[in-house]
């Protein structure tokens, strides 16, 4: 599921050099795609890690682990870092926010059972930079519901689970539009989980048979596989209003490249020659924020074009 490999590792995390690096094209139509400068993105102050999950044009989201235990969801504003969720959590978790200062997330509350990370939190919130109030989002009679992604419109998607103690990982994907809820399933999927949507409805996501996990998407009420060619899994993770998308893939375990998919085209990301590249969000100006683990350390990056994509030139 999204961003699993990332607990694998926690160690103390370094400072990322200014890397430029050229997408890797999987077929020659992908040379349309930008070349990114990546560094290091805003680490929260006197965090033990940092966690980048989405961004708008001014603003990134995401959460950070404390030194003494606990994860908590982030708003970053120009530098400037506030923690971000319901009154009394015990763990809170931010993966999207809107060019409305809307984020959405997941949390945990005193007494929650089971383990608590950002797929299997007992509760899906809404958070409001403007005046911080959060706004719980529950699938009707689920026992774990987790929002990932929101639209300018206030549309949420997501996941849930019914069956099965607080806790339990996701087992539909769902869709809300101001309080109307609705499942979504891939066909032929064991489990679909939604992760992003943009202002004309498509949504983005993975679905899973078996063990192997495979991206998506859904628009008009069609869902089309999203695998990255040739790999083992696929995990799609944003989405923008121009319709790219970006995620994460592995060509075999436990290796994890970066990729950008649009119309068609595919391209790897991979910060460097070595270490793992997780793409985790995309903003309209194509900036992508993500993680970048290392043999030592987890590096939380953001890549900036450094020319646009032709196709998507206003």
């Not at 987790?146 to 419109?153: K, T």
């Not at 998919?261 to 990301?269: L, M």
Request: proline share 6%.
């Amino acid at each position: 599921m999204k961003r699993y490999w990332r607990f694998a590792m926690r160690s103390k995390q370094s400072i990322l050099v200014i890397l430029v690096v050229a997408v890797s094209a999987y077929v020659a139509l992908a040379a349309s795609f930008p070349s990114y400068v990546f560094t290091q993105a805003g680490v929260y102050p006197g965090a033990y890690q940092t966690f980048p999950d989405g961004a708008n044009l001014t603003q990134i989201v995401g959460y950070y682990d404390q030194p003494g235990g606990g994860q908590f969801g982030y708003i970053e504003t120009g530098g400037t870092f506030i923690t971000a969720q319901p009154i009394g959590s015990i763990d809170s978790y931010l993966f999207s926010i809107n060019a409305n200062g809307i984020a959405v997330g997941s949390f945990c509350p005193p007494g929650s059972q089971g383990f608590c990370t950002g797929l299997f939190a007992a509760h899906g919130y809404a958070y409001d930079v403007a005046t911080g109030a959060a706004t719980l989002i529950d699938y009707p009679g689920a026992k774990t519901t987790a929002a990932f992604g929101i639209n300018d419109s206030g549309v949420i998607v997501g996941g849930f689970c019914v069956l099965g103690p607080a806790g339990c990982a996701p087992k539909h994907a769902f869709r809300d539009d101001n309080g109307v809820f609705t499942q979504l399933d891939f066909p032929g999927g064991e489990k679909t989980t939604a992760f992003g949507i943009n202002n004309a409805g498509t949504i983005e996501g993975t679905y899973t048979i078996g063990s192997i996990t495979h991206g998506f998407i859904y628009q008009n009420g069609t869902y089309t596989d999203l695998s990255y060619p040739g790999a083992y899994e696929t995990f799609a993770t944003g989405i923008n209003n121009a319709g790219v998308v970006v995620g994460n893939y592995e060509p075999t375990y436990p290796l994890v490249f970066g990729f950008m998919y649009y119309n068609g085209q595919w391209a790897q990301i991979s910060v460097g020659p070595s270490g793992y590249t997780g793409i985790s969000g995309i903003n309209d100006r194509n900036d992508i924020v993500g993680t970048w683990t290392t043999i030592d350390a987890i590096h939380p990056i953001v890549g900036v074009p450094k020319k646009s994509m032709p196709a998507l030139v206003q």
